[in-house]
């Protein structure tokens, strides 16, 4: 039996590291590319022939012929997102039914889990998207939750309508959730994917390109916790979401912007404000693709970046947006001191990523966290790119 290979892209940083685009360019090289956890939070930006696509559940591969994509168990599912997602690609010429799996153990968002979004005022507090991710992973690990398993179940239905009665009794008075007919047609476009076992399906391939949502520091355990996601963004969450042995993972691609950038609430330590926020918000098009919130934004964060490294065991590290900081004169990284007073050391900037400067840049990068840089994305198509230590 053939050894099966997973590699993940993961994020570093706060999320919108660009890793979307990092699994575009790579997703040919493999046989299936994964989601393994998190939501329609996640808002991956593509471009494909000049339309700009977001894509929130349906893997970014989908756009390479040729290879799967699968929604792995750890994630949780809105149907009414995916019935929308699945329409655009195909007003696009892409039939993704074709090529898409589902894990049978995916546990779905419910029309109550984004209600109880805007009935509780919790969401609000950690900066949450309010796509009722939070809630349907509590129902999840309450052992309350409904997985895609269960939609051939006679009672299926029923407990739809049980688990939405729990939760509206516990806020009385408030208007109860509707149920769209979007969200039945969602359901029916899941009962005509295939869903799987995922031990049992993945062993048919070689190679697998696990993709993640968010990023190390919005991690549950790992992130700056409360104002974190509900699942695990880190190597972690690769092995359980994709029932996948240890063995099995090879390359860790771990992607940070050569700045940084957090939605919503919590610690960010290299945050600057005023007009330097503003010309990184403009220059990077810093808004959320989910949300289109304002991001916060701040300096190449060092300390935080080894730390994620270290967690996720990243063999190749990915900068992009490096040519967001082009025409600086000079840029700043945090190299220590404490989360309320970071300290910074200055490096010369660059007018265009061919500059000496750059390559300094990115050689104190390596210096600092003792990984070499392997990839470095100069724009937002999929042709700004290369690879700096040959595969
Ligand atoms: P993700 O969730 O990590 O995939 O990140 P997002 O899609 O939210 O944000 C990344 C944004 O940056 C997208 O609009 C990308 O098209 C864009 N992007 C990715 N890499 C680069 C890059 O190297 N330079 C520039 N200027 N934009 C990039």
């Given at each position: 039996?053939?050894?099966?290979?997973?590699?993940?892209?993961?994020?570093?940083?706060?999320?919108?590291?660009?890793?979307?685009?990092?699994?575009?360019?790579?997703?040919?090289?493999?046989?299936?590319?994964?989601r393994f956890q998190g939501g329609p939070n996640a808002g991956h930006t593509?471009?494909?022939?000049?339309?700009?696509?977001?894509?929130?559940?349906?893997?970014?591969?989908?756009?390479?012929?040729?290879?799967?994509?699968?929604?792995?168990?750890?994630?949780?599912?809105?149907?009414?997102?995916?019935?929308?997602?699945?329409?655009?690609?195909?007003?696009?010429?892409?039939?993704?039914?074709?090529?898409?799996?589902?894990?049978?153990?995916?546990?779905?968002?419910?029309?109550?889990?984004?209600?109880?979004?805007?009935?509780?005022?919790?969401?609000?507090?950690?900066?949450?998207?309010?796509?009722?991710?939070?809630?349907?992973?509590?129902?999840?690990?309450?052992?309350?939750?409904?997985?895609?398993?269960?939609?051939?179940?006679?009672?299926?239905?029923?407990?739809?309508?049980?688990?939405?009665?729990?939760?509206?009794?516990?806020?009385?008075?408030?208007?109860?959730?509707?149920?769209?007919?979007?969200?039945?047609?969602?359901?029916?476009?899941?009962?005509?994917?295939?869903?799987?076992?995922?031990?049992?399906w993945l062993i048919q391939f070689d190679s697998v390109l696990a993709e993640?949502?968010?990023?190390?520091?919005?991690?549950?355990?790992?992130?700056?916790?409360?104002?974190?996601?509900?699942?695990?963004?880190?190597?972690?969450?690769?092995?359980?979401?994709?029932?996948?042995?240890?063995?099995?993972?090879?390359?860790?691609?771990?992607?940070?912007?050569?700045?940084?950038?957090?939605?919503?609430?919590?610690?960010?330590?290299?945050?600057?404000?005023?007009?330097?926020?503003?010309?990184?918000?403009?220059?990077?098009?810093?808004?959320?693709?989910?949300?289109?919130?304002?991001?916060?934004?701040?300096?190449?964060?060092?300390?935080?970046?080894?730390?994620?490294?270290?967690?996720?065991?990243?063999?190749?590290?990915?900068?992009t947006k490096a040519d967001v900081l082009c025409g600086l004169p000079q840029?700043?990284?945090?190299?220590?001191?404490?989360?309320?007073?970071?300290?910074?050391?200055?490096?010369?900037?660059?007018?265009?990523?061919?500059?000496?400067?750059?390559?300094?840049?990115?050689?104190?990068?390596?210096?600092?966290?003792?990984?070499?840089?392997?990839?470095?994305?100069?724009?937002?198509?999929?042709?700004?790119?290369?690879?700096?230590?040959?595969?």
């Amino acid at each position: 039996m053939k050894a099966l290979r997973v590699d993940a892209v993961l994020g570093l940083q706060w999320g919108d590291e660009g890793k979307g685009k990092v699994v575009d360019t790579l997703a040919c090289r493999y046989s299936v590319v994964a989601r393994f956890q998190g939501g329609p939070n996640a808002g991956h930006t593509l471009y494909h022939r000049g339309h700009k696509v977001v894509l929130h559940q349906i893997p970014s591969g989908i756009f390479h012929e040729g290879v799967y994509c699968l929604i792995g168990d750890g994630v949780v599912l809105d149907p009414e997102v995916l019935l929308r997602e699945v329409e655009g690609l195909r007003m696009l010429g892409i039939d993704p039914l074709e090529r898409l799996v589902i894990g049978e153990n995916v546990h779905l968002i419910l029309p109550v889990h984004i209600w109880l979004e805007e009935v509780s005022a919790e969401g609000e507090k950690i900066g949450t998207t309010r796509r009722g991710i939070g809630p349907a992973y509590a129902d999840r690990y309450a052992r309350r939750g409904i997985p895609v398993a269960w939609l051939d179940r006679s009672d299926f239905r029923q407990r739809i309508e049980e688990l939405t009665a729990y939760h509206v009794a516990r806020f009385p008075g408030a208007p109860p959730p509707i149920f769209s007919e979007s969200f039945w047609m969602g359901i029916e476009l899941l009962r005509e994917l295939p869903r799987v076992r995922l031990s049992e399906w993945l062993i048919q391939f070689d190679s697998v390109l696990a993709e993640g949502s968010q990023g190390t520091m919005l991690d549950i355990f790992a992130g700056t916790y409360p104002y974190v996601t509900s699942s695990h963004t880190t190597i972690a969450g690769v092995l359980a979401g994709l029932a996948v042995p240890p063995q099995a993972i090879r390359e860790v691609y771990g992607v940070t912007k050569a700045y940084a950038t957090r939605v919503g609430e919590g610690a960010f330590p290299t945050e600057v404000f005023g007009e330097e926020a503003q010309w990184l918000q403009t220059r990077g098009s810093e808004r959320g693709s989910t949300t289109g919130r304002l991001r916060r934004c701040g300096w190449l964060d060092l300390v935080a970046l080894r730390y994620a490294i270290e967690i996720n065991g990243v063999s190749r590290l990915t900068l992009t947006k490096a040519d967001v900081l082009c025409g600086l004169p000079q840029v700043k990284v945090r190299t220590g001191g404490s989360d309320t007073h970071p300290e910074y050391t200055i490096l010369p900037g660059w007018q265009t990523l061919e500059d000496a400067s750059f390559e300094e840049f990115i050689r104190f990068i390596e210096g600092f966290t003792g990984v070499s840089v392997w990839g470095v994305s100069t724009g937002p198509s999929r042709e700004d790119w290369y690879e700096r230590i040959a595969v």
